[in-house]
C-alpha cells in the first residue's frame, strides 16, 4: 500500500499522534523556536509533527512526495484557517531544493525510506540558515522486521554513524537521545523498536 493509499487513514492511528506529540515537545524543549522561526517539515506525512510545532513557529512549510499526504494537509490548513502554513509537493532526491531557508529542518519516521538518505542530509545542510537546527526522529538499527524483507528502505540507523556522517557533512552539537517506542508484532510476541531525537546545528 503507498502513503498515497494510506493518507486518509493515517490520523486514526493514536500511536502515530502521541509519537507526533512527544517529539515535537522533544524539539521545542531542545531548541529555541520563536515566532520568527521558518520550519521546514519534511516527509510531513499528515503534517502531525509539523501542526504540533506550529504555535511555538513562524512560517511553517509542509513538505511531502505524497500527493495524497498532502491533500489531507491542505484540508487542515483550510479548516484550521492557518495563514503562515503551506505545503510543498517535494522529493529532494529528484527535484531541485527550493529556493529559500530555514531556521528548523524537522522530520519523523521518513529518513529511513530514503535510498540516498546521506545525499538528503546534504541537502538539508544548504537549506539552513546558518545557526539554524535540524531534528531527525527515526529508528534505531533494527534487523529489518519493521518493514519486512521487501523492503528496500534502511534497516534503521546505528546512533555514532549517523553520528559521523553529519559531523562529515558540517554539523555540530549533535544530540541523540530516545524519545519513543514504537511496538508491533503481536500480543504473543510483542516487538519494540526505539525511535531516538537527533538535534544538531548547522555552524
Ligand atoms: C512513515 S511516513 C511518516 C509521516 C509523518 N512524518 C509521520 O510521522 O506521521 C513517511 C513519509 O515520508 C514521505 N516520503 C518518503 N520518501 C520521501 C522522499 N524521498 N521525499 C519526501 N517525502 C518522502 C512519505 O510520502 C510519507 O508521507
Known amino acids: 500500500m503507498s502513503f498515497d493509499d494510506k493518507a486518509t487513514c493515517w490520523d486514526t492511528d493514536p500511536k502515530k499522534l502521541e509519537r507526533a506529540e512527544v517529539v515535537s515537545a522533544a524539539i521545542r524543549e531542545q531548541v529555541l523556536l520563536t515566532p520568527a522561526t521558518r520550519a521546514l517539515e519534511y516527509g510531513c506525512g499528515t503534517g502531525l509533527l509539523g501542526f504540533a510545532l506550529r504555535p511555538a513557529v513562524g512560517e511553517l512549510v509542509l513538505a ?9 494537509v491542505e484540508q487542515k490548513i483550510t479548516d484550521g484557517d492557518f495563514d503562515q502554513v503551506r505545503t510543498l509537493h517535494l522529493d529532494l532526491c529528484a527535484d531541485p531544493a527550493p529556493n529559500e531557508c ?12 530514503v535510498p540516498d538518505y546521506q545525499g538528503l542530509l546534504r541537502s538539508f545542510y544548504q537549506l ?14 533494527e534487523d529489518g522486521s519493521f518493514h519486512g524483507a521487501d523492503f528496500t528502505g534502511q ?22 537521545t530516545t524519545v519513543f517506542e ?3 508484532g503481536t500480543a504473543e510476541v510483542p516487538r519494540r523498536y526505539p525511535v531516538f531525537l537527533m538535534v544538531c546545528r548547522r555552524p
Open 64 to 72: 511531502d512526495s505524497s500527493e495524497g499526504m498532502l491533500e489531507v
Open 102 to 113: 530555514f531556521d528548523l529542518i524537522c522530520s519523523l519516521m521518513t529518513l529511513h525510506h
Open 128 to 141: 539552513l540558515n546558518p545557526g539554524g537546527h535540524l531534528c531527525i526522529a527515526d529508528l534505531d538499527a
Open 155 to 176: 534497516r534503521g540507523f546505528d546512533r555514532q554513524e549517523f553520528k559521523h556522517i553529519l559531523t562529515s557533512l558540517g554539523f555540530d552539537h549533535i544530540d541523540i
Open 182 to 184: 514504537v511496538e508491533r
